[in-house]
């Protein structure tokens, strides 16, 4: 399995790229989202180096000289540990640990050591574990080296394996393991949602740290994990709840992020299943974030990919209370864009016409709200006919272009 353990506080090292479609605004905005993953799997950032890469380096992924200057200060400054925003072939993986003589990991690698760390129950466990052999699997000659070396001597004389092929052989084996172990839970839990009768199903999704597990938490009055950092909990929660004497199963599921890892697309696609049982999605969106329309973007490109875009949805935009205008300015002009809909109630009115009237505004945390909030979700459980779903107005094809 991959080795990242850690202790706290673990000095480390942020390192991305601008290109051609990605700008100097939008790798700080992707740093800043590397450096909160980074501090929520235990590490502290001391440094953060950029650089404009027309072509990706195939040896090293940024250019030599720049290389040598994170050398040179992870030299200087007890660095333990090097993230890169982009995910890494295994022969660059293994060049630059060479090069820097330092643990390196990906945006991918940091994931899913926090997805081990939070990973709770026999399912999501087995499901991270099979994300992580299969990221492990082509990188294992960078992380063991030692392992190339053909066996011999004494009592070691085999069937003519090298060390590296017979560990890619027992990986492979495992990850079989593993699978057969998925089906078989997968079963069981498709048991499971089958005993849950004909009642109305609501799932909760969108971007990580938005907020779904305190709106969970607030409609349900349980006590669903919720904390301020990225994917908080990963743990398929689901609830019987009553608004008004008519009752309904609400679910809280895994978080999305920008770039999520396709092994963890494939691994959690079953988990991603109390999703597409759904009859109704609360899509929830953080709106004080500058790009919650981005957020909105990556959750669409997900639903898409397993084919829920179509189910009804109700827009929920949360952290009304940490709304900013002069975040949006600020941002607007670092675009050189003109400043309209920046307000909070421009927006509220741009997405209402959007959504065709299917969005909401709260605070989870302030109950800001949150009555309105509960009728609508009574009214869309009681009048939609849930055998014919209307199309979603806001699911622009541009969006997934942006993803």
Known sequence: MLDLK????????????????????????????????????????????????????????????????????????????IVFDD??????????ERFLKCKILDRTALILDIFAQRAKTSYAK?????AQYEYLLP??????THLERQRGGIGMRGPGETEIETDRRIVRDKISLL????????????VQRGNRGSLVKVAIVGYTNVGKSTIMNLISKTNVF???????????TVRKVVINTLPFLLT?????????????????????????????????????????????????????EINCHNKYTLMVFNKIDNYNNDDFVERKRLLSENGDNISLVQWRNTWMNKTGGKALFISATRKLNIENFKKQIYQIIKQVDMSHYPKNDYLYPEYFSKS
Do not use: C
């Not at 995910?87 to 630059?96: G, K, R």
């Not at 998925?182 to 079963?187: A, E, G, N, S």
């Not at 919720?226 to 398929?236: G, R, S, V």
């Open 226 to 236: 919720a904390e301020d950092k990225l994917f908080a909990t990963l743990d398929t």
């Open 87 to 96: 995910e890494l072939s295994p022969t660059q993986q293994a060049n630059i």
């Open 126 to 130: 087995t499901q991270v574990e099979l």
């Open 252 to 304: 809280d599921t895994v978080g999305f992020i920008r770039k999520l890892p396709t092994q963890l697309i494939e691994s959690f696609k079953s988990t991603l299943q109390e999703v597409k049982d759904a009859d109704i999605l609360l899509h929830v969106v953080d709106i004080s974030h500058i790009s919650f329309e981005e957020h909105i973007a990556s959750v669409n490109k997900i639903l898409h």
């Open 139 to 144: 990188r294992l000659k960078g992380l063991w």
């Open 179 to 190: 699978k057969k172990k998925l089906t078989v839970i997968d079963k069981q839990m498709k």
């Open 6 to 81: 850690k202790s706290n506080f673990e000095n480390t090292v942020l390192v991305g790229v601008t290109n051609s479609s990605q700008d100097e605004f939008k790798l700080n905005e992707y740093l800043e989202e590397l450096e909160f993953l980074t501090r929520t799997a235990g590490g502290k950032v001391v440094k953060k180096f950029k650089q404009k890469v027309v072509n990706p380096n195939p040896k090293f992924f940024i250019g030599k000289g720049k290389m040598a200057d994170i050398r040179e200060f992870i030299n200087n400054n007890k660095v333990s540990m």
